[in-house]
């Protein structure tokens, strides 16, 4: 078997088990993978919002996950309401094929999942199935993207946005940084804005200096070269095998 990664150092900015998938495959074409977590996942500074929400969820048609965190975080709030029986009355959406394996792992089904795994091809697929006398809950990062929630309003959709979790920079180990200065990344994967962000802010700019550095897609290749990052190559869809098949391109043109 042709390993095409074979002894390439792949920096992941992910915690491990948030991009399992993404290490294993990575792995598996002979990458040498180091995951790097940089953002902590917080409750929202107002929990009120998320707690009513999840109180009372029965009166919305649908709920609509934009992350697998966002699925973590309201079903939390919904033990915590006391409500999570009720869910099974709300028809549920998923941006993509991991959220939708994170609802399902809690019994639940999913009604809508777009294979692109975006927040417009999520729009693109619930479009056709809602009408303007529908309430949608659209349980958010507090930083997460608009244009889904945009959408919707504009198709008339009552939607209701409320923050189910926040991300701060996490503090970087002294053996983090120690590992990438004595061993430098040959590829670096980037899956958000914030996440280079915070890279940036914890590590500097020193460990990308001989880096291919590979985005998610174009909202995130975007925000890298507004912080003065070169983009090598964009994964084509926001999926572990895309991020895969970008990063090939990024080590061997």
């Not at 992941?12 to 902590?40: I, K």
């Not at 946005?161 to 940084?177: D, G, K, N, Q």
Request: charged fraction near 25%.
């Amino acid at each position: 078997m042709d390993r095409r990664l074979e002894g390439i150092r792949v920096l992941v900015t992910r915690p491990r088990e948030r991009a399992e998938e993404l290490c294993f495959l990575l792995e598996d074409e002979g990458a040498e993978v180091f995951s790097l977590p940089l953002l902590e996942l917080r409750p929202p500074e107002d929990p009120r919002p998320l707690a009513s929400a999840a109180e009372h969820v029965q009166r919305y048609h649908w709920v609509v996950f934009a992350s697998p965190s966002a699925v973590e975080s309201f079903l939390e709030a919904l033990r915590l309401a006391g409500t999570l029986d009720r869910l099974s009355r709300v028809k549920l959406a998923a941006v993509g094929p991991r959220t939708a394996r994170t609802v399902e792992a809690f019994g639940l089904t999913v009604s809508a999942e777009p294979t692109e795994g975006t927040g417009v091809a999520l729009f693109t697929a619930l479009r056709n199935l809602l009408g303007p006398d529908d309430d949608v809950l659209l349980p958010s990062a507090e930083e997460g993207r608009r244009e889904l929630e945009d959408g919707l309003r504009d198709l008339g959709v009552r939607v209701t946005r409320v923050t189910a979790y926040r991300s701060t920079p996490a503090p970087l180990p002294p053996e983090a940084l120690a590992h990438l200065s004595e061993a430098p990344p040959q590829v670096v994967l980037f899956a958000s804005p914030r996440t280079a962000e915070a890279f940036l802010e914890g590590a500097g700019r020193e460990p990308l200096a001989s880096a291919k550095v590979v985005a998610i897609g174009p909202t995130t290749a975007t925000a890298l070269g507004q912080l003065g990052i070169d983009v090598a190559t964009v994964a084509e869809r926001p999926t572990p095998e895309a991020l895969v098949d970008a990063t090939v391109r990024a080590v061997h043109g």
